[in-house]
């Protein structure tokens, strides 16, 4: 018997490209798997969406980055105004919260002029077992009952015990619907 | 002479010209010559009181007189001289005596001044013992001549007070060279121009051209050498008289320099014309020589023209003459100097596109291995990781190493012998020879590359060629062409629209088997597919094809079977006469090969025994419609697998990369990815599948499409049995977990069935005759009962977790089914309690038995069809009327899907049961021939009007405990489903992402989000945004979607 064909397979050097897609292939590139879940998380947010809130990724398509929207639920002062929050995902994601912020202008006890909100989940309360859904969710039922022993607007947190209807009117001047494509 | 009255700073520049070439060299006559004799010309210089300044004057003179002027001086000139020459030493004046000497010489060795036709230069070398410049060689002799050339060639020791000596052997070759661009150039283009516009044959003229070309070169060139001999001549005279060796040798040593120089003349002036006539005639006479006839030669003869090139056998006379031919010419060539440089690039060339030629021409398509090798193969290509024996080399290779060798390299070698008639060793050695065999092969190897599509596709008659190109595939260089070079085929000839899937998947099964054939390590294979795979993945109906093909039935593999053995028995038959179809096999060097081949089988049987399969398995069926190829392959597995468990001690399933035993093993291919496993076998179904996607994917389908099987024909499922186990082989029992259950459901079915009739029968009293249950499913014997016939009811019960998406469909069955599916769930739920069943009407079959008028119709058909022709024997009053009965009746009365009924009733309609009599309305035709005729002799009151009596054998499927909602409409409930989640995901992507979005947009972000892939294409996209629109959901702005604000 001969061998020749031992030397098809081995008398020059390997193609690099396929070495380099079997590396891809395991999945070792952050952010791969973020991409993954976020996509599956649209999926379940698609398939079964909670009354008031919507969330989407980017009109540029960028998976890391998204845009929700969050109804001011009733019987608070936000019934009826409507409010947008950009997330920003970490490549580590969901073992690291996302960054989110309200990018409608919002007087809230735990959110500050400039969007960002003060909640636990969203911080070092934050596991890899909550998910944009709950988050919002979480955020929808924070318009309705402010932590006001941390608040981020302290005149917010004391008029909303004092001074409900100041309160409502604090919030129907600050609250402005931006336009998305600006 | 206008030049002396020039500037000054002409003059100058002219210096500086000189001084770089030596231009007074190359006048044929010495400057100072006609001073004495012609004052007239006016020149200051001559006499004893020359000088430099002068003779530089000189010098400028003759640089720009014609050379027709001077070269007519020397008949004047010595015909005058003549009598002085003697006194000349006398005189003592050195110069003086020194020129004439000189011009003595020059002017009888000077070239004639014009040669106007290939004549003069002939009868100059018939008398070149005469002076050649004039008819008066009487007055010159030899003597003188010597004198003369011994004064020049040892001026300065004879001559001291001559200043101004030249070499006469340069000056000649300096005249030679004015001589050959003057005259003899014109004339060779001559040569190319005169044949330029004559027509005929090609060939021919270009050989008129080069012979031509020769003649005139050999006539000029006998011309110059004539007053080299005569030099040479005089040299050896004077060395004669010294006795120096060395001055011989120095003579000798200027001849070859002179030689050099005029065949580097000749070399370099030759026209491209001229060296593209020489180009056709060598190209012409090495191809017939190696068996490669030219287009001129085949002509009008369509047989040959088509015929493959071959080496020409020993004999062959034309092939021999062709030889011959180009010894001469080469030989010509070579003596007239233009066998340089160029003429060997030009033949380099030439003995390149030959080689490319032949092997192109001869073995573009030849691809049938000999018989003999194809049993060798086709056990070689179930060897597991073991290489096939690759010295059995295929007949192309051993055929074309055969004409390398003994053709390609002997002519290499005769025409480099010639051109190199000096040379000390041998001019093509032995590692030429196989390099040129591998410069061959490699070309084969292109050649194979670029075919290596249409070679899958003719698998497996085409195992020579693989075996060809294993043999010549070894470097990486030469794989990443491969696979190169086969994806951009895949990409043009199979991957787009016009192929169905079938072919895609067909291809790709023979790919698998080639490619593997080829490289068993599989790399190759991996490299190529991607593309296929991501292809394949766009083609929703991939996985179901493989799938039933899996599933394909044992009569259609007998079937494809037998029309493959009739192939192959024709393809032996026809493959018989002619053992070898390579050309060069079937020609004069045939004899060595098929003894070769022979041997070689015999060496390989040792692995052949245990691993030979029946041919006809590895024949491709092509003519049936499902993908049976599969079938057979999975069937052919489980032998495999025994076999490699014979073959190789498998110690209690131990590492199978540590098989110590196994003395075939090779390290994995370099190109190979990291992950890299060494496959165990071709595994056409493994890779076929891993193709599809994911085996979830894969299993899924199966699962359906098993599902789909098994609520059909009430036959037996051995088939499905079988293709499970071998699938459970493969992925593991529990991913087929649902098929088990599903196949374990039917059968429990049956049981439960017959121990509820069983029961019912009990509790009815034994209702006569009806007992012949022995065959729950079959059933089709009891028809024939009373009027009163109890219809036979079987069910069959799937657990609704475990079988795939059943959608229910909702209408009313006749009531006396409805009646038997109650008793049916009561005998249920007594013998398993707490269970529910869930009917799903429309996935049953029926037994109808039609009496009408003149005929009885018995129709297998599915429930819903039944339901609908029960639906007209309900419509019968007896009023002797036909029944008659509209969509809209029946869609109310069956609440039935509109588009069901319809179908049904189109299918009643071409079974010529009902006639359409309007717009929706449909009659029962009672008589066979009451088409359209609107009821000639029709006796609707007959007892036959209880027509449409409906039959036993009612088999309804459902669903244990299942609640599916049902959902109406044109499109499945699946499809909607689909839709309804593509709308929150636009919804969505407009609430947030962007309040509007072009189409583009939209499509592209859902082709990014959608898991599955969107499948859309961009207009069912925007049709469906459109309807979306005119709900009014949406709005279209400048171009944009935006959802409606509320």
């Known amino acids: 018997m001969s061998y020749s064909m031992e030397d098809n397979q081995n008398s020059a050097p390997g193609s690099v490209p396929a070495t380099k897609l079997g590396g891809a292939r395991k999945g070792t590139e952050p952010g791969l798997n973020a991409s993954k879940r976020l996509q599956t998380e649209l999926m379940q947010l698609m398939t079964s969406p909670a009354p008031g809130i919507s969330a989407f990724p980017s009109a540029d398509g960028n998976l890391l980055a998204w845009r929700a929207t969050i109804e001011g639920p009733d019987d608070t002062p936000y019934a009826g105004l409507t409010f947008k929050l950009s997330f920003e995902f970490p490549s580590n994601y969901p073992y690291a919260p996302p960054t989110v912020l309200f990018r409608t202008p919002i007087y809230h006890p735990n959110v500050d002029f400039s969007g960002r909100i003060c909640l636990d989940i969203l911080k070092d309360k934050w596991t890899a077992a909550y998910n944009i859904q709950t988050v919002l969710l979480s955020l929808q039922s924070l318009l309705g009952e402010p932590n006001n022993a941390s608040p981020l607007n302290g005149e917010a947190a004391e008029l909303w015990d004092k001074d409900p209807a100041l309160f409502k009117i604090k919030v129907m001047d600050r609250h402005k619907d931006i336009e998305e494509d600006e | 002479m206008p030049t002396i009255v020039a500037a000054p700073w002409q003059n100058r520049r002219r210096r500086v010209f000189q001084s770089v070439f030596q231009i007074d060299l190359s006048q044929p006559t010495p400057q100072s010559t006609p001073c004495v004799r012609f004052p007239d010309q006016g020149q200051p210089f001559g006499g004893p009181a020359t000088t430099a300044a002068a003779l530089a004057a000189g010098a400028t003179a003759t640089l720009s007189g014609s050379q027709s002027t001077i070269l007519a001086e020397p008949s004047r000139l010595s015909y005058s001289t003549q009598p002085l020459f003697p006194s000349l030493a006398a005189v003592g004046d050195d110069q003086v005596t020194y020129d004439r000497a000189w011009h003595m010489v020059t002017a009888r060795i000077a070239l004639p001044p014009s040669a106007t036709a290939d004549d003069s230069f002939g009868t100059l070398a018939a008398d070149s013992q005469q002076h050649p410049a004039s008819q008066q060689a009487s007055f010159s002799s030899d003597a003188e001549f010597y004198q003369a050339l011994a004064l020049v060639v040892h001026a300065p020791t004879v001559l001291p007070g001559a200043t101004h000596t030249d070499d006469v052997v340069a000056w000649h070759a300096q005249q030679v060279r004015a001589h050959f661009a003057q005259h003899v150039i014109p004339l060779l283009s001559g040569c190319v121009d005169d044949n330029g516009d004559e027509k005929g044959n090609h060939y021919e003229r270009h050989m008129v051209i080069v012979m031509s070309s020769v003649r005139t070169l050999e006539a000029a060139l006998r011309l110059y050498f004539y007053g080299l001999g005569l030099l040479m001549r005089g040299f050896g005279r004077l060395v004669g008289g010294s006795s120096s060796e060395a001055a011989a040798a120095e003579a000798e040593l200027l001849a070859t320099r002179f030689r050099r120089d005029i065949q580097a003349l000749v070399g370099n002036s030759a026209s491209e014309e001229l060296m593209k006539s020489i180009s056709i005639v060598l190209a012409?006479?090495?191809?017939?020589?190696?068996?490669?006839?030219?287009?001129?030669?085949?002509?009008?003869?369509?047989?040959?023209?088509?015929?493959?090139?071959?080496?020409?056998?020993?004999?062959?006379?034309?092939?021999?003459?062709?030889?011959?031919?180009?010894?001469?010419?080469?030989?010509?060539?070579?003596?007239?100097?233009?066998?340089?440089?160029?003429?060997?690039?030009?033949?380099?060339?030439?003995?390149?596109?030959?080689?490319?030629?032949?092997?192109?021409?001869?073995?573009?398509?030849?691809?049938?291995?000999?018989?003999?090798?194809?049993?060798?193969?086709?056990?070689?290509?179930?060897?597991?990781?073991?290489?096939?024996?690759?010295?059995?080399?295929?007949?192309?290779?051993?055929?074309?190493?055969?004409?390398?060798?003994?053709?390609?390299?002997?002519?290499?070698?005769?025409?480099?012998?010639?051109?190199?008639?000096?040379?000390?060793?041998?001019?093509?050695?032995?590692?030429?020879?196989?390099?040129?065999?591998?410069?061959?092969?490699?070309?084969?190897?292109?050649?194979?590359?670029?075919?290596?599509?249409?070679?899958?596709?003719?698998?497996?008659?085409?195992?020579?060629?693989?075996?060809?190109?294993?043999?010549?595939?070894?470097?990486?260089?030469?794989?990443?062409?491969?696979?190169?070079?086969?994806?951009?085929?895949?990409?043009?000839?199979?991957?787009?629209?016009?192929?169905?899937?079938?072919?895609?998947?067909?291809?790709?099964?023979?790919?698998?088997?080639?490619?593997?054939?080829?490289?068993?390590?599989?790399?190759?294979?991996?490299?190529?597919?991607?593309?296929?795979?991501?292809?394949?993945?766009?083609?929703?109906?991939?996985?179901?094809?493989?799938?039933?093909?899996?599933?394909?039935?044992?009569?259609?593999?007998?079937?494809?079977?037998?029309?493959?053995?009739?192939?192959?028995?024709?393809?032996?038959?026809?493959?018989?006469?002619?053992?070898?179809?390579?050309?060069?096999?079937?020609?004069?060097?045939?004899?060595?090969?098929?003894?070769?081949?022979?041997?070689?089988?015999?060496?390989?049987?040792?692995?052949?025994?245990?691993?030979?399969?029946?041919?006809?398995?590895?024949?491709?069926?092509?003519?049936?419609?499902?993908?049976?190829?599969?079938?057979?392959?999975?069937?052919?597995?489980?032998?495999?697998?025994?076999?490699?468990?014979?073959?190789?001690?498998?110690?209690?399933?131990?590492?199978?990369?540590?098989?110590?035993?196994?003395?075939?093993?090779?390290?994995?291919?370099?190109?190979?990815?990291?992950?890299?496993?060494?496959?165990?076998?071709?595994?056409?179904?493994?890779?076929?599948?891993?193709?599809?996607?994911?085996?979830?994917?894969?299993?899924?389908?199966?699962?359906?499409?098993?599902?789909?099987?098994?609520?059909?024909?009430?036959?037996?499922?051995?088939?499905?049995?079988?293709?499970?186990?071998?699938?459970?082989?493969?992925?593991?029992?529990?991913a087929l977990q649902n098929c088990d259950v599903m196949i374990k459901d039917v059968q429990d079915s049956k049981l439960v069935d017959g121990v509820i009739r069983r029961a019912r029968e009990a509790q009815v009293g034994g209702g006569a005759g009806r007992a012949v249950l022995s065959t729950p499913v079959a059933g089709g014997g009891e028809t024939k009962e009373e009027?009163?016939?109890?219809?036979?009811?079987?069910?069959?019960?799937?657990?609704?977790?475990?079988?795939?998406?059943?959608?229910?469909?909702?209408?009313?069955?006749?009531?006396?089914?409805?009646?038997?599916?109650?008793?049916?769930?009561?005998?249920?739920?007594?013998?398993?309690?707490?269970?529910?069943?869930?009917?799903?009407?429309?996935?049953?079959?029926?037994?109808?038995?039609?009496?009408?008028?003149?005929?009885?119709?018995?129709?297998?058909?599915?429930?819903?069809?039944?339901?609908?022709?029960?639906?007209?024997?309900?419509?019968?009053?007896?009023?002797?009327?036909?029944?008659?009965?509209?969509?809209?009746?029946?869609?109310?009365?069956?609440?039935?899907?509109?588009?069901?009924?319809?179908?049904?009733?189109?299918?009643?309609?071409?079974?010529?049961?009902?006639?359409?009599?309007?717009?929706?309305?449909?009659?029962?035709?009672?008589?066979?021939?009451?088409?359209?005729?609107?009821?000639?002799?029709?006796?609707?009151?007959?007892?036959?009007?209880?027509?449409?009596?409906?039959?036993?054998?009612?088999?309804?499927?459902?669903?244990?405990?299942?609640?599916?909602?049902?959902?109406?409409?044109?499109?499945?409930?699946?499809?909607?489903?689909?839709?309804?989640?593509?709308?929150?995901?636009?919804?969505?992507?407009l609430t947030n992402s962007s309040t509007s979005m072009a189409l583009a947009q939209v499509s592209m972000m859902m082709k990014m989000l959608v898991p599955d892939g969107f499948p859309w294409s961009g207009e069912e996209l925007q049709e469906f945004l459109g309807s979306r629109v005119a709900n009014g959901e949406l709005e279209v702005i400048g171009g944009k979607y935006k959802l409606v604000k509320k």
């Open chain 2, 284 to 734: 012409r006479l090495a191809g017939t020589i190696l068996g490669i006839p030219s287009v001129d030669d085949l002509g009008a003869d369509p047989v040959a023209a088509s015929r493959r090139p071959a080496p020409p056998t020993v004999d062959d006379f034309r092939a021999l003459a062709a030889r011959q031919r180009l010894h001469e010419i080469v030989e010509q060539l070579h003596n007239v100097g233009l066998a340089g440089e160029r003429f060997q690039v030009l033949f380099a060339e030439i003995l390149d596109s030959i080689m490319s030629k032949f092997v192109t021409r001869a073995y573009a398509g030849v691809w049938t291995a000999s018989s003999s090798n194809t049993r060798s193969f086709s056990a070689a290509t179930n060897t597991i990781s073991r290489t096939p024996n690759p010295s059995s080399s295929s007949p192309c290779i051993l055929a074309l190493s055969d004409w390398v060798e003994n053709h390609f390299a002997r002519l290499s070698f005769e025409i480099l012998s010639r051109v190199f008639p000096d040379a000390s060793s041998s001019p093509v050695t032995l590692s030429d020879v196989r390099t040129y065999q591998s410069l061959a092969l490699g070309r084969l190897a292109a050649l194979r590359i670029s075919e290596l599509f249409d070679i899958a596709l003719a698998w497996p008659s085409s195992q020579g060629a693989l075996d060809d190109l294993r043999a010549t595939i070894t470097t990486t260089a030469r794989r990443l062409q491969l696979t190169g070079s086969f994806s951009r085929a895949l990409q043009t000839r199979l991957l787009h629209p016009g192929c169905s899937t079938l072919e895609i998947l067909r291809t790709y099964i023979a790919i698998i088997r080639t490619l593997h054939a080829l490289d068993h390590s599989k790399v190759l294979l991996g490299h190529i597919e991607s593309s296929l795979q991501l292809y394949l993945c766009q083609r929703e109906d991939a996985v179901r094809i493989v799938v039933t093909g899996l599933l394909a039935s044992p009569e259609e593999l007998r079937l494809v079977k037998k029309v493959k053995d009739t192939a192959k028995r024709q393809h032996r038959e026809k493959a018989q006469p002619g053992l070898f179809t390579t050309p060069a096999v079937s020609r004069g060097v045939s004899r060595t090969i098929p003894s070769t081949v022979g041997r070689r089988r015999r060496d390989s049987t040792p692995d052949i025994a245990v691993q030979d399969l029946p041919d006809d398995q590895r024949v491709s069926p092509c003519s049936s419609s499902t993908l049976v190829e599969l079938a057979l392959i999975l069937n052919d597995d489980p032998s495999q697998t025994r076999r490699n468990a014979g073959a190789v001690p498998d110690i209690g399933g131990a590492d199978d990369d540590l098989d110590w035993a196994d003395m075939g093993w090779v390290p994995d291919p370099v190109d190979a990815d990291v992950n890299y496993k060494r496959p165990r076998s071709e595994d056409v179904v493994g890779t076929l599948i891993s193709a599809l996607g994911s085996e979830d994917v894969f299993i899924k389908e199966f699962a359906s499409v098993v599902a789909g099987r098994l609520l059909g024909e009430p036959a037996r499922f051995d088939q499905e049995m079988r293709v499970l186990d071998l699938l459970k082989r493969r992925f593991g029992e529990a």
């Open chain 2, 787 to 989: 009027g009163e016939t109890e219809p036979e009811y079987h069910a069959r019960i799937l657990s609704r977790l475990f079988w795939p998406d059943l959608d229910r469909e909702h209408f009313l069955l006749p009531a006396p089914i409805v009646e038997y599916q109650r008793w049916y769930e009561r005998g249920y739920e007594h013998l398993k309690s707490k269970r529910k069943l869930t009917w799903l009407n429309q996935l049953g079959q029926a037994r109808v038995e039609l009496e009408l008028e003149d005929r009885t119709v018995t129709v297998d058909c599915s429930t819903v069809e039944a339901t609908i022709i029960y639906a007209f024997q309900g419509a019968d009053d007896g009023s002797g009327k036909p029944a008659r009965r509209s969509v809209d009746e029946l869609y109310n009365e069956l609440q039935m899907d509109e588009d069901l009924i319809a179908e049904a009733l189109s299918f009643w309609a071409n079974k010529g049961v009902l006639k359409r009599v309007g717009q929706g309305v449909y009659d029962v035709a009672e008589t066979i021939d009451e088409g359209g005729a609107g009821g000639a002799g029709q006796e609707p009151g007959s007892s036959a009007a209880g027509g449409a009596s409906y039959e036993p054998d009612v088999e309804s499927p459902r669903k244990a405990s299942g609640a599916a909602g049902s959902s109406a409409g044109t499109l499945s409930a699946k499809e909607q489903e689909r839709r309804a989640m593509y709308w929150q995901y636009i919804r969505g992507m």
